[in-house]
């Protein structure tokens, strides 16, 4: 007479790309094997290939139901640092990969088998994944991402661990190619979940950026096809403005965080305004810092009027520059010297201001950064200079007469 399984022994799931094996409630995996599908169409379509052939998973909920052996050596040992890893096995002829096959082994916790899964088709579709930086930033990328959803979606303790931790420098993060060293077989990605949180803010910060996701998907896409491209020659032309938006990005990330709403608008031409020609911005209530295109002096002072008015959750109530209780939708600047800001103060409908620091003007609606989505209206901003008209040549003035 055959032993009986216990409920919890591992069992074989199917769906269209994947096979999971897996401990999890048959309830349970199948919501996995849904979760990876939609996942998987994301990406894909994404990096604009298909899948290929079927993935294969291990997803270990508790190690006690494994019997030994049932996992892959390697597997075994990431599962028990409650970790996982991605096996890629491929046919090559010379530089091109024929045919690649992927094996996933992943506890269940945190959205690691997701972050495997893309891996996973990377390897079988591409027959590679990227560098070390690249491949686990954008499988961190992958397990968060959702339909019609550009918004943070992350794990609790990498925001705090982002936000409370000194920042990676951008040149650190992309150092981080994971190549073969001599006598080395190629490094296998995963390392540390701290490594992952500064890849992901990177990527994140790149694929939702329209000022930088035009070039980075076709540089990311060059890469896994196994072209020699390197990320400070592709984007040479603007390392410094994304420097500046992966530092920013860093700064003010949190759950909700929407980066295709907070970019910045490097476009916007600046200029110091004339006495008698103020310089005319349009601000968005749903956007984060926008050019007013002023540069300013602690030198002189200033006078503003902004009208038009706008409103910073769906029901309430529309205000004007002056805001509502506790500054909330209150037009606000900062100025910007060289890529970097200054403190942000407080302005509202009209007055007069002198600037805390000489620079570019930036402007926005005072509200949480996790809150713009859904607000609305657009102010027009004025700005001229105090100073005093100059006095008209009285030559000029008779010639003009005539």
């Known amino acids: 007479m055959g032993s009986v399984k216990g409920p919890s022994s591992p069992e074989d799931y199917r769906s269209a790309h994947f096979l999971v094996h897996t401990d999890l409630a048959a309830k349970d995996a199948r919501k996995l094997l849904d979760r990876l599908e939609v996942m998987l169409g994301l990406i894909s379509k994404y990096w604009g290939q298909p899948p290929t052939g079927t993935i294969e998973c291990y997803v270990v909920d508790d190690l006690h139901n494994w019997p030994a052996g049932s996992l892959p050596p390697a597997g075994l040992t990431k599962v028990r640092e409650r970790a996982g890893i991605t096996m890629v096995e491929t046919m090559n002829q010379g530089p091109r990969t024929l ?151 860093l700064a003010h990330v949190e759950d909700g965080y929407r980066v295709d709403l907070c970019r910045w608008d490097w476009n916007r031409k600046f200029k110091s305004p004339r006495p008698g020609a103020p310089i005319t911005a349009h601000v968005a209530a749903n956007h984060g810092w926008q050019p007013s295109g002023a540069e300013l002096s602690t030198e002189h002072s200033y006078h503003y009027q902004a009208t038009g008015s706008w409103q910073t959750a769906k029901d309430s109530k529309e205000t004007s520059a002056d805001g509502g209780a506790d500054n909330l939708s209150r037009l606000e600047g900062v100025m910007m010297n060289d890529y970097t800001l200054g403190e942000p103060f407080l302005l509202g409908a009209n007055g007069t201001f002198t600037p805390p620091s000489e620079g570019q003007l930036y402007l926005r609606c005072h509200d949480a950064w996790t809150s713009l989505a859904d607000n609305k209206g657009t102010l027009t901003v004025k700005i001229s200079s105090t100073a005093a008209a100059p006095e008209e040549n009285p030559s000029t003035a008779q010639e003009d007469a005539r």
């Open 99 to 249: 045919a690649a096959k992927a094996v996933v082994v992943a506890v269940t916790e945190n959205g690691t088998p997701q972050h495997e899964a893309v891996h996973a088709y990377c390897g079988q579709t591409f027959g590679k994944t990227g560098p070390l930086w690249y491949a686990e930033g954008m499988a961190e990328v992958g397990q968060y991402w959702r339909q019609n959803d550009t918004s943070v979606h992350c794990h609790p303790h990498i925001i705090k661990y982002l936000r409370s931790t000194p920042a990676k420098p951008l040149a650190a993060v992309l150092a981080e190619d994971g190549a073969a060293r001599p006598g080395q077989p190629q490094a296998v990605t995963g390392d540390s979940w701290q490594n992952y949180a500064w890849r992901w803010a990177l990527c994140h910060m790149l694929v939702n950026n329209a000022n930088y996701a035009g070039r980075f998907r076709p540089f990311g896409q060059a890469m896994l096809a196994g072209q020699a491209a390197r990320f400070e020659e592709v984007f040479a032309p603007m390392m410094r403005e994304i420097e500046f938006e992966y530092l920013f990005f």
